[in-house]
C-alpha cells in the first residue's frame, strides 16, 4: 500500500513539536510551583524572624522589670536597716558613695550595706561606712567577707588578701583591750584592710579602677 511520506514526516514533526511544547510548559509549571514553595518557605521564615524577635522583647522587658522590683524590695530593706542604726537611708546612701569613689553602683552598695547591718557588722552608721569603703575600695567580694567575719573565718583571709598573722596578732590584742572574740577579729579584718588601702593605694586611683568606675556609670543608668 502506498504512503504519503511527506504527510507522514510532516505529523511526526508536528507530533514532536506538541511533545516538547507540552514538556516546556510542564517545566514551566513545576518551575512556579518551586517558586511559589519558596516564596513560602521566606514568608514563614521572615513570620518566626519576627516572632522570636517579639519573645526577645517580651523576655526583656521581663528581666528589667523583675529587677526593678528586686532593687524596691532592696532599698525598702535598706532603709529599714539605716533606720534601726540611727540613720536614714538617704543620709547612709550619701555617705557610702563618698566613701566608696564611684566603684560601686547604689543597688550594690545598698546590698553590701544591707548584708553589714543585717549580720551585726556594722551597728552604727560609721561602722556601716567604714566596712563598705574598705570593700569598695580594695574590691573584696561582699559575700566573701561577710562569710569571713560572721565565722571568724581565718582560712578565708587569704581569699581577701590579708596575713593570717597580722589579723590573728591584733585580734588578740583587741580581745586584751577588752573587745569581744567576735568584735575583735571583725574590727582587726577592717583595720588589716584599712593598712592595705594604705600600702597599695585606693583602687579608684588605678587604670584598673577607673576603668571600673566608668563601667559602674553604666551599670547605674542601666538600673535607673
Not at 28 to 38: E, M, P
Not at 57 to 80: C, H, L, S
Not at 138 to 144: A, F, N, V, Y
Request: glycine share 12%; hydrophobic share 45%.
Amino acid at each position: 500500500m502506498a504512503v504519503d511520506l511527506g504527510t507522514a514526516k510532516g505529523r511526526i514533526e508536528i507530533d514532536a513539536n506538541g511533545v516538547v511544547s507540552g514538556m516546556q510548559q510542564a517545566g514551566k509549571s513545576i518551575q512556579g510551583f518551586q517558586a511559589g514553595i519558596t516564596s513560602a518557605m521566606v514568608g514563614v521564615g521572615v513570620a518566626m524572624g519576627a516572632a522570636a524577635a517579639g519573645v526577645k522583647v517580651v523576655q526583656k522587658a521581663w528581666q528589667t522589670f523583675e529587677r526593678g522590683a528586686a532593687i524596691d524590695a532592696m532599698e525598702n530593706r535598706f532603709e529599714r536597716l539605716a533606720d534601726s542604726i540611727g540613720s536614714s537611708g538617704d543620709a547612709l546612701m550619701t555617705r557610702l558613695k563618698e566613701a566608696t569613689n564611684g566603684m560601686m553602683t547604689t543597688a550594690q552598695l545598698m546590698e553590701s550595706a544591707t548584708g553589714i547591718m543585717s549580720l551585726g557588722l556594722g551597728k552604727t552608721e560609721d561602722q556601716t561606712v567604714r566596712l563598705a569603703a574598705v570593700v569598695g575600695k580594695l574590691g573584696w567580694d561582699m559575700q566573701q567577707v561577710v562569710t569571713t567575719m560572721a565565722n571568724n573565718s581565718k582560712m578565708r583571709l587569704d581569699q581577701l588578701g590579708l596575713s593570717v598573722e597580722d589579723v590573728t596578732k591584733r585580734a588578740k590584742e583587741l580581745e586584751e583591750q577588752g573587745y569581744s572574740t567576735d568584735a575583735a577579729f571583725d574590727l582587726a579584718v577592717i583595720e588589716a584592710g584599712e593598712a592595705k588601702i594604705e600600702l597599695l593605694g585606693d583602687a579608684s586611683q588605678t587604670t584598673a579602677g577607673k576603668l571600673k568606675i566608668l563601667q559602674t556609670a553604666v551599670a547605674e543608668a542601666r538600673d535607673t
